[in-house]
Each structure stands twice: as C-alpha cells, then as structure tokens.
C-alpha cells in the first residue's frame, strides 16, 4: 500500500491550498484517514482526521479554516486550507488506518510568507 500526497507549495499568508492524498495497492477498504504536520524543530502533530462515514476531529489551530474530506471510491482524501497563516508552515503527511495497521505518506511540504 502507498500513499501519495500532492497539492503542498509555497504562498501568501490569506491564501488557499488544497492538499490530496492517494492510496494505491492492495487493501480492502481503509478505516480513518488523516493529516498530520511537522514544523521544523517540533513534533509531528495532527492537523485533522475523518472516519469512514465522514466523521471529523481538527486541531484547534485550524478550526474554521481547515476542511478534510474523503472520497471512500477514489481512496482519496483531502485538506482544503484556506486563510493560510505563516504558523502553518509545515510538512504534511497523510496517514491512512487500514485492518493490518498504518500507513504514512511522503509528506508535501506547505510554505506560508507574511
């Protein structure tokens, strides 16, 4: 199983990205999805995460201003980022639960400039 995460990329503070996140292989169906983050010097933490049916969890950090969602055919999930603050600067990983464990994804990295 791969994840395979695009969409990261450098902008203003006030703007929008949209990350996407891929799964590839052989599974049979994924549990929850997630995204996670890591700032230079910090740990990695968790940005937001949705269940299966659609049920989501954020940080505080992005509340209001983060939106994840899933599409449960394509295996795909995503992370709409809008009003985009320097203190999301960050590398983003995508995390998916499956019945055997986890899977992580490359990381996309997310650059904010005031």
């Known amino acids: 199983v791969q994840l395979q995460a695009s969409g990261g990329g450098s902008v203003q503070a006030g703007e929008s990205l949209r990350l996407s996140c891929a799964a590839t292989g052989s599974f049979f169906g994924i549990d929850d999805m997630a995204w996670y983050r890591q700032a230079p010097g910090k740990q990695r933490e968790l940005v937001a995460r949705?269940?299966?049916?659609?049920?989501?969890v954020y940080a505080d950090s992005v509340k209001g201003r983060f939106t994840i969602s899933r599409d449960n055919v394509k295996d795909t999930v995503y992370l709409r980022m809008n009003s985009l603050k320097p203190e999301d600067t960050a590398v983003y990983y995508c995390?998916?639960?499956?019945?055997?464990?986890?899977?992580w994804g490359q990381g996309t990295q997310v650059t904010v400039s005031s």
């Open positions: 949705i269940t299966r049916l659609g049920g989501t």
């Open positions: 995390n998916a639960e499956f019945n055997w464990g986890q899977s």
